[in-house]
């Protein structure tokens, strides 16, 4: 506990001055090379797996030739002998191992084929392929179709054996990597195919989670008897009360920063900069809106804090009624603005330091003086005529703390700071020592006495209406109330699995609202103790699965927590940990249990209600990646980064496990795979971006020809990669944009998690590139993962490094044909407008 606490403090202070190093960058540099060696071995695994398919074709379709019309046996040796390239050489099986005569072979055919056939169609598609881009995707028919082309026109007019039909393909470019999908018999003209937006849509209906690990001052309770906080983009305004969710979602990156204005209505809020997709930074600002209607009011300084706004810095101005705001940016001199809230205008700026700074606030007083502190200083600024000067708080005697967490103004309008030393520090104006200084010396702010009031850190401090005081600890995890003399009269201590304190909000004379370093929210009182009213997930999220009956999912994460949720109710059913982190999970149709795959090749099976690991296995030593049982749950398959699949037999209802065998073909690691509906077959990707099928019945064996796959239906659609989901890739995407995707159970619509945050509705099936979509914001990072719960009443997505959960309502036409649950608790959440979705 006390490492965790310390390394808290460490992130709290360092957060906001972590820049990128020459050794971070190099890292960037190798993870890139990694990935280009990646690429490199998948394309000539990819081009020996051709050579050999071609070695074992052409005999046959001479053979097929000959058996047609010995005309066209002629035609097709004219084709593979000319150009003087291996003048007399024969086909025949020794010259099996000549993979270069071979390879020319083959292509010299395709192409001499393709003449054959058609000329001017072969003349346009090399234009075509001349001004493509590097996701270009083409149509074409395969090499066997091609093939059954030649003998048509080298058999006889009136010759009906030589009649064949014209199979086609889909070829897709990913990274100059081509993907060859092929196009389903029921689907008779590709080129006439149109895409549309689906008639759903999605609603933000909850948010799970709260931003205390990293971010301070960021919890209030208002009149309405609604908390107010954040993660990721959106604001949550939560009436405890009623259980019930709004949510201002007018930020287009992660929330940084809160403050309420004197009225209790208006709040601003400040948000980080971030980048586009194509690396440009965008322009950070702060909004004032009104907590009653979520409508923006005022949008202040669009471009000009650079990085965006720092954390705990921003502040009304109390005496003139909030007229004034004062913000500090997170650049490197975190810049002091003071701007004016009803016209938008600044009133005046100056470079604080280049140390971190945590807080900001006016003097109750006087809007003039303002203070702000942070690593190891205090300052004390008067602002006039437009400009600001500047007095530093003086330690003296006393030991100068390393951070200077917060501070608060006392009754009698005295600063107090809390430190990491866990001192309670009253600072006074001191007058000014002539007599060691001279004529020339000024007043100064000096330490009255410190207090000892806290083991660790001090995090937060807070003023109540009778002039008592509340301090929040880290290491000792103590709320402590102070009389308005700083005498200690009450404390609690909270429990240990919610973390430190990381800020304090009154509710009423005995109640309160803590907010922790643990992502946690809790209520309660020094009488009656404290109960989390909000939790959420500590790092990075990627595994998440909803089940097969019941309103409930789970997600897992690089905390090592395993979380199961309940949509309806809107709560945490129970919360485990596990020695590694989760990256997926799978629920077994049976509903009873689920499994959980590990970071290091290990996975584990849960009893959903007892919570005890009843059963577990390791396959390599690798991080695994996919878990999904069959649709009749007699089999579970698991995807690893070893680049198998591991097939296991499953009996008693998921609650015993053997090993069945092992999908061994692809070239790089596991990263989606599906069952067909009648449990036999496996669709899989790679990560370098191959589409395999397996025979899992027939002993998961490697299916290859793929053609045979194209009317195949599948129970489940989360592969990135096929003929079905083409229109959800942008163009010039590398391959890594698309960490997910889901497709509804009514195979309506398709849901896509992508690299820039957003999650994105298309209809399914989507066969033709730029499909348009509905666009849905809220993540504040890269969206990890997305899924429908079992009636497609809403779908949920989970971010990765900003440990949000997001769960939609999905509404529209056709939405009600499976929902039975649909009314439960939909109406309980309402959003700031929004701007046009698609």
């Known amino acids: 506990m006390d490492s965790s606490t310390n390394s808290l403090d460490d992130v709290s202070a360092d957060g906001s001055t972590d820049y990128p190093d020459r050794s971070s960058s190099m890292e960037v540099r190798l993870q890139a090379q990694e990935d280009e060696i990646t690429l490199l071995k998948s394309s000539l695994a990819d081009a020996l797996r051709r050579i050999r398919m071609h070695d074992q074709l052409l005999p046959l379709l001479k053979q097929q030739l000959i058996a047609v019309n010995p005309s066209a046996a002629r035609v097709l040796n004219q084709v593979c002998y000319s150009d003087g390239f291996t003048s007399g050489r024969k086909l025949s099986s020794s010259s099996a191992n000549d993979g270069i005569y071979h390879a020319a072979t083959a292509a010299r055919v395709r192409r001499n084929s393709e003449k054959l056939a058609n000329p001017e169609r072969q003349r346009k598609r090399l234009d075509k392929k001349a001004a493509s881009s590097a996701n270009l995707l083409t149509r074409s028919p395969s090499l066997e179709s091609r093939a059954k082309e030649l003998i048509a026109s080298a058999g006889s007019p009136g010759s009906r054996r030589g009649t064949y039909s014209q199979e086609q393909s889909i070829k897709m470019f990913i990274r100059g990597r081509p993907i060859t999908m092929y196009v389903p018999s029921n689907i008779q003209n590709y080129d006439n195919l149109k895409m549309e937006l689906p008639s759903e849509r999605l609603e933000l209906d909850w948010v799970y989670g709260y931003r205390g690990r990293d971010c301070r001052a960021n919890l209030f309770f208002l009149p309405s008897g609604e908390a107010v906080y954040f993660i990721a983009c959106v604001i949550v305004l939560y009436h405890i009360k009623n259980r019930m969710q709004r949510h201002y979602r007018k930020h287009t990156d992660s929330v940084r920063c809160l403050a309420v204005h004197p009225d209790n209505v208006r709040v601003a809020s400040g948000q980080t900069a971030g980048v586009d997709k194509d690396g440009k930074p965008m322009q950070a600002c702060v909004h004032?809106?009104?907590?009653?209607?979520?409508?923006?009011?005022?949008?202040?300084?669009?471009?000009?804090?650079?990085?965006?706004?720092?954390?705990?810095?921003?502040?009304?101005?109390?005496?003139?009624?909030?007229?004034?705001?004062?913000?500090?940016?997170?650049?490197?001199?975190?810049?002091?603005?003071?701007?004016?809230?009803?016209?938008?205008?600044?009133?005046?700026?100056?470079?604080?330091?280049?140390?971190?700074?945590?807080?900001?606030?006016?003097?109750?007083?006087?809007?003039?003086?303002?203070?702000?502190?942070?690593?190891?200083?205090?300052?004390?600024?008067?602002?006039?005529?437009?400009?600001?000067?500047?007095?530093?708080?003086?330690?003296?005697?006393?030991?100068?703390?390393?951070?200077?967490?917060?501070?608060?103004?006392?009754?009698?309008?005295?600063?107090?700071?809390?430190?990491?030393?866990?001192?309670?520090?009253?600072?006074?104006?001191?007058?000014?020592?002539?007599?060691?200084?001279?004529?020339?010396?000024?007043?100064?702010?000096?330490?009255?006495?410190?207090?000892?009031?806290?083991?660790?850190?001090?995090?937060?401090?807070?003023?109540?209406?009778?002039?008592?005081?509340?301090?929040?600890?880290?290491?000792?995890?103590?709320?402590?109330?102070?009389?308005?003399?700083?005498?200690?009269?009450?404390?609690?201590?909270?429990?240990?699995?919610?973390?430190?304190?990381?800020?304090?909000?009154?509710?009423?004379?005995?109640?309160?609202?803590?907010?922790?370093?643990?992502?946690?929210?809790?209520?309660?009182?020094?009488?009656?103790?404290?109960?989390?009213?909000?939790?959420?997930?500590?790092?990075?999220?990627?595994?998440?699965?909803?089940?097969?009956?019941?309103?409930?999912?789970?997600?897992?994460?690089?905390?090592?927590?395993?979380?199961?949720?309940?949509?309806?109710?809107?709560?945490?059913?129970?919360?485990?940990?596990?020695?590694?982190?989760?990256?997926?999970?799978?629920?077994?149709?049976?509903?009873?249990?689920?499994?959980?795959?590990?970071?290091?090749?290990?996975?584990?099976?849960?009893?959903?209600?007892?919570?005890?690991?009843?059963?577990?296995?390791?396959?390599?030593?690798?991080?695994?990646?996919?878990?999904?049982?069959?649709?009749?749950?007699?089999?579970?398959?698991?995807?690893?980064?070893?680049?198998?699949?591991?097939?296991?037999?499953?009996?008693?209802?998921?609650?015993?496990?053997?090993?069945?065998?092992?999908?061994?073909?692809?070239?790089?690691?596991?990263?989606?795979?599906d069952w067909s509906k009648d449990s036999c077959y496996i669709v899989s990707n790679s990560g370098d971006y191959e589409i395999l099928y397996w025979d899992i019945a027939g002993g998961c064996k490697l299916l290859r020809n793929r053609f045979e796959s194209k009317d195949r239906e599948w129970a489940s659609f989360t592969c990135v990669l096929g003929f079905h989901v083409i229109g959800v890739w942008l163009e010039g995407s590398d391959g890594t944009d698309i960490n997910a995707l889901c497709r509804s159970h009514n195979e309506k619509v398709v849901a896509v998690a992508d690299d820039f945050c957003k999650v994105h509705l298309f209809q399914y099936p989507c066969p033709k590139p730029k499909a348009p979509s509905h666009k849905y914001e809220g993540h504040g990072s890269h969206v990890t993962n997305v899924c429908f719960t079992h009636n497609d009443s809403h779908l949920l997505s989970i971010g990765g490094k900003d440990t949000c959960i997001l769960q939609w309502k999905v509404t529209g036409s056709g939405v009600g044909e499976s929902r039975e649950t649909l009314a439960s608790a939909s109406s309980t959440s309402t959003s700031s407008p929004e701007p046009p979705a698609s």
């Open 288 to 673: 004032i809106w009104d907590s009653a209607t979520l409508v923006t009011l005022q949008q202040i300084g669009l471009g000009t804090f650079q990085r965006g706004v720092g954390m705990g810095s921003l502040a009304f101005s109390i005496v003139d009624s909030g007229t004034f705001l004062c913000v500090i940016d997170d650049s490197n001199e975190h810049i002091l603005s003071v701007w004016d809230c009803t016209k938008g205008t600044k009133h005046a700026e100056i470079k604080t330091t280049n140390e971190a700074v945590f807080d900001v606030n006016f003097s109750p007083s006087d809007s003039n003086n303002i203070i702000t502190c942070g690593k190891s200083h205090v300052y004390f600024w008067t602002l006039s005529a437009g400009q600001f000067t500047k007095k530093q708080g003086i330690f003296g005697k006393y030991k100068k703390p390393k951070f200077i967490h917060c501070f608060v103004f006392s009754l009698t309008g005295d600063v107090l700071t809390g430190d990491s030393e866990g001192n309670i520090l009253p600072w006074a104006k001191s007058a000014a020592d002539t007599k060691t200084l001279g004529k020339g010396a000024k007043e100064t702010y000096q330490i009255v006495r410190p207090i000892k009031a806290h083991e660790g850190s001090v995090f937060t401090l807070c003023t109540l209406k009778c002039g008592a005081l509340l301090s929040g600890g880290g290491k000792d995890r103590k709320i402590i109330r102070w009389s308005a003399d700083l005498a200690p009269e009450r404390e609690c201590e909270i429990p240990e699995k919610f973390g430190a304190v990381r800020t304090v909000a009154v509710v009423d004379d005995e109640g309160l609202l803590v907010g922790t370093t643990r992502n946690a929210i809790l209520r309660g009182s020094f009488s009656d103790g404290f109960v989390a009213i909000v939790q959420g997930h500590l790092d990075e999220m990627w595994g998440l699965a909803t089940h097969p009956s019941q309103s409930i999912f789970l997600t897992c994460s690089h905390d090592r927590q395993v979380c199961l949720w309940n949509t309806e109710e809107h709560n945490l059913d129970w919360c485990i940990t596990l020695e590694e982190y989760g990256l997926c999970a799978g629920f077994c149709p049976s509903g009873s249990v689920v499994s959980v795959g590990l970071s290091t090749g290990r996975w584990v099976v849960l009893d959903l209600v007892t919570k005890e690991v009843i059963s577990e296995s390791i396959d390599g030593n690798e991080q695994l990646s996919v878990m999904r049982y069959s649709p009749d749950g007699r089999f579970l398959a698991v995807g690893s980064h070893d680049n198998f699949i591991y097939i296991y037999s499953v009996t008693e209802s998921g609650r015993r496990y053997s090993r069945f065998g092992r999908c061994n073909g692809h070239s790089s690691f596991i990263t989606h795979l």
